[in-house]
């Protein structure tokens, strides 16, 4: 039986969010200064719990409880939005340190150990996930080395510059990594709507990412009559419009989606739109639903130009399928929180995490514990102490579990 | 009888042209060196011509046919919008030089005389139409003298750069100003479409312009469920659509409006919009339908914000009532247009010009030429030279008739 120290958990969680402090948030984006000197903090802390620890050739801070042959991964990110909150990927992190350290602690000798994590520039100052993606052997590093971030950063020189590059690179393990448990802040409103403190995934939604291009004519907006215009703004309006509207038809309650940009050129007052591109997002649990979206698109995107005499090109970007989580995992996990007599929901994840990466491989689990107000990526994002308490304690308690039982042939 | 010169009207536009050329256009924003030197340029040919010249305080430059009583104001404006074409508003002002020297040339004993005009920055580099809204009284120099360009220069340092900073500034005087009438391209693809050279306006359509907020709540757009949100661009993508079903239910064929620019805060793929900018402009010739229109903006603007949970408000922006042209001038335009054999129509004017400022105080009317698939305001502006030889021919013959004939007492 692991006894976890929430105390010193939330203790930790308070010193790793003064590295890049930023107002009550923290501005700690990948493979920066503040990102680096957070991960050798990190470093210390696992050597300190006993902890076979390292940092690898892409970032990835590892900490391995000793003499094991077998591993549960745990972890998240320890990488920021820029001007994000404490507690985003952190949480999972330091739960990961804590899991590893009361394992030390408690049950040196079990068979199963914890592999602690925190997995590089997950936030996307590259191509997000990177971290995981490479343990996960999703990518090589010589695939993505090359990635420039927004500022003209490229990650190979980020990596050099870190004193990472040239390292060993870890990748998972198939033998000895046998399931994979996440801890993250919900980052929506959902938990803390339902009175409840912690939240069993069952399942992490798909994204798929789309632009949309509209091709018209810039005209002067008061002599080119409207039945002679080319209004490439007009019909990004009506596709957003339609977008929602076959949503609402055709999706579930479950499905999510978003057009928070929208690029007009030459974006004029008085100047009719020669461009428009228009970069929608949207979500959902079933593969179904977003190969529905995907099929949509170019037709409403059709529809839309055809209506105002523009054309139109369709470019798909990322399509991220959903991961269902392990049913055997969600059980206990859930039995676990019933345990520790935590009001708790399960739910789906409407955001994409690291351990998304492992599902296919190895049973995979997540734990949500509530964010105030559904505030994410951003500075005011918090979570009552209390909650994260209980959080650390539902993970030791599940963990426990898979350490002493392990896990059924049929799970894996 | 005026006798016009075509070939040296088309001389000295193609001479104008140099000054700031860009490209196939010109480069020539109001009171920059370039409209500095085309402004001297032309009160040059003015004085050459045996005109009574000069360039005043607010940088309009006049040259008025000697030893006149009463005038009919001829002229345009010669600065340009960044990257503009040759013609807008040169073409008038040169129409005006020629006019004003075929006078000189051919009637110098009549009784009316001809002040041309090259009013200063009318394209809105400060506030749009500012040297006629000098001479037409509309606004003193001083209330419009702080005016910061989006450059940042203060309108009064530029115009003390230029030299006319103290210099007297001409006003409209009721007893000599007679009647304004404005040559200019049409700036929209009907002339071409309808196979016609001579654009006779009717009125210059009314303009609107207003800023709708909404007020939403950025939140991750995976975690947050679509019932939960409070999406500022989805209220923007629905104003827009209900705003164009309004106008195609209540407005007329003639009604214009455009939402070429969007403001979306934080304008992220994977963020909800907080805040959402509509930049809605619109145009008629009827007072009634742009009444009709302001007031329907709010109601719309707040079923739309309704619909998702936003807040909304309106700004008013600029609104520039409707200017008929006089009937008298429009009949006796069409005779001369007659009488030179131009293929010709009556029509809207959907841009805003000059001489609108001066149609409530005396007679006022507007020659239009084509604009070659109707471009305007980019490099790409141009007329063929049949087209300003013809429009040069029926604005001698019509000022000829006004010269000759007077102006009836009930016109005025």
């Not at 209506?307 to 969600?330: A, F, Q, R, T, Y």
């Not at 206990?332 to 994409?352: D, H």
Request: charged share 25%; net charge negative; glycine share 12%.
């Amino acid at each position: 039986m692991l006894t976890v120290n929430a105390e010193r958990t939330i203790g930790d969680l308070k010193t790793l969010a003064e590295f890049g402090k930023f107002e009550s948030g923290v501005n700690r984006r990948g493979f920066t200064p503040e990102d680096i000197a957070a991960r050798a903090w990190l470093l210390e802390r696992m050597q300190e719990a006993g902890l076979d620890a390292a940092i690898d050739g892409a970032g990835n801070v590892t900490g391995k409880t000793p003499g094991c042959e077998r591993y549960i991964i745990i972890g998240s990110h320890s990488d920021t939005v820029p001007k994000g909150g404490w507690l985003d990927g952190a949480l999972g992190v330091i739960f990961g340190l804590e899991i590893a350290r009361a394992w030390v602690e408690s049950a040196g000798s079990a068979a199963i150990g914890v592999k602690a994590f925190s997995f590089s520039a997950e936030e996307g100052r590259f191509n997000g996930l990177f971290g995981s993606s490479i343990y996960s052997g999703l990518k090589s590093l010589e695939q993505v080395v090359e990635s420039v971030a927004d500022d003209g950063t490229v990650l190979g020189d980020a990596l050099r510059k870190a004193g990472y590059a040239g390292r060993p690179v870890a990748v998972f393990d198939p033998v000895r990594d046998i399931a994979c448990v996440e801890a993250h802040i919900e980052q929506g409103p959902v938990l803390e709507i339902n009175d409840r403190i912690i939240g069993i995934v069952t399942e992490i939604v798909g994204v798929g990412r789309s632009q949309i291009f509209f091709f018209g004519k810039a005209g002067h907006a008061g002599t080119v009559p409207m039945a002679m215009r080319k209004d490439a703004a007009a019909a990004a309006y009506e596709f957003a419009v339609m977008f929602a509207d076959f949503c609402h038809q055709h999706c579930s309650d479950s499905t999510v989606w978003n057009i928070g940009k929208l690029r007009l050129e030459p974006g004029a007052y008085n100047v009719t739109a020669r461009e428009a591109e228009v970069f929608l997002e949207y979500r959902d649990s079933s593969a179904d639903i977003l190969t529905g979206i995907n099929k949509a698109i170019p037709e409403l995107a059709a529809e839309a130009g055809a209506k105002h005499k523009v054309g139109h090109k369709w470019i798909p970007g990322v399509n991220i399928p959903p991961e269902i989580m392990d049913s055997n995992l969600v059980d206990r996990l859930e039995a676990a929180a019933e345990r520790c007599n935590a009001p708790r929901m399960r739910m789906p994840s409407g955001g994409g995490h690291d351990c998304m990466l492992f599902a296919k491989k190895v049973p995979t689990a997540m734990l949500f514990v509530p964010s105030l107000g559904g505030h994410s990526h951003v500075v005011a994002e918090d979570t009552r102490e209390a909650d994260i308490a209980l959080g650390i304690e539902v993970l030791g308690e599940f963990v426990s579990d898979i350490v002493e039982n392990g896990l059924p042939a049929k799970s894996r």
